[in-house]
Antibody
Framework: QVQLQESGPGLLKPSETLSLTCTVSGGSIRSYSWSWIRQPPGKGLEWIGDIYYSGSTSGSTNYNPSLKSRVTISLDTSKNQFSLKLSSVTAADTAVYYCARVFRGGSGPDYWGQGALVTVSS | QSALTQPASVSGSPGQSITISCTGT?????????VSWYQQHPGKAPKLMIY???NRPSGVSNRFSGSKSGNTASLTISGLQAEDEADYYCSSYTSSSTLVFGGGTKLTVL
């Protein structure tokens, strides 16, 4: 059974960089694609981007065009983790951030983490 | 990329059937058969209910079914039960190799 767990700071100030890590257990991140999705309080889901292992430590990525200039997703195969960095955060980036597995290219995520609330406030 | 369009809310009585629509464009819903549906209860992570338009993951009740026509996909829940009350989201892979979600639909079981 695949399990995913998000970790990282829960409170940031405007202009700081959001950094979250997703630890995967029960499967290797060298298989499948891995996504980050967020949900502002009381609002809908927004896809941030995904990554898949392509033989290089950086992986191959796709990003939401509206966030692309601020987002970096990376893999750490030695720790079976993948990470999200979102720069220059504002209050609009306050959300629950989910990491998730995509079992096949094109399909939606099948396994999700429990989510991590990140609040941006001065 | 623009969010897919879903009705804000739908409702039905126990035992009835309801359908939730998800409208996109020829660059997402209409481009591939890669539409998924998720159920989300308050405070919980989304759960995959349908993938590739009409396929159910193992363990999902056969009361849930999906279909697609052109740029619109649909989720039908038959034999409504109280535990079906939740938010439902659709998603679609796009021609740009990205994923886009719908705005979500709140299902109320009367």
């Amino acid at each position: 059974q695949v399990q995913l767990q998000e970790s990282g700071p829960g409170l940031l100030k405007p202009s700081e960089t959001l950094s979250l890590t997703c630890t995967v257990s029960g499967g290797s991140i060298r298989s499948y694609s891995w996504s980050w999705i967020r949900q502002p309080p009381g609002k809908g889901l927004e896809w941030i981007g995904d990554i898949y292992y392509s033989g290089s430590t950086s992986g191959s990525t796709n990003y939401n065009p509206s966030l692309k200039s601020r987002v970096t997703i990376s893999l750490d195969t030695s720790k079976n983790q993948f990470s999200l960095k979102l720069s220059s955060v504002t209050a609009a980036d306050t959300a629950v951030y989910y990491c998730a597995r995509v079992f096949r290219g094109g399909s939606g995520p099948d396994y999700w983490g429990q989510g991590a609330l990140v609040t941006v406030s001065s | 990329q623009s969010a897919l369009t879903q009705p804000a809310s739908v409702s039905g009585s126990p035992g009835q059937s309801i359908t939730i629509s998800c409208t996109g464009t020829s660059s997402d819903v209409g481009y591939y058969n890669y539409v998924s549906w998720y159920q989300q209860h308050p405070g919980k992570a989304p759960k995959l209910m349908i993938y590739d338009v009409s396929n159910r993951p193992s363990g999902v009740s056969n009361r849930f079914s999906g279909s697609k026509s052109g740029n619109t996909a649909s989720l039908t829940i038959s034999g409504l039960q109280a535990e079906d009350e939740a938010d439902y989201y659709c998603s679609s892979y796009t021609s740009s190799s990205t994923l886009v979600f719908g705005g979500g639909t709140k299902l109320t079981v009367l």
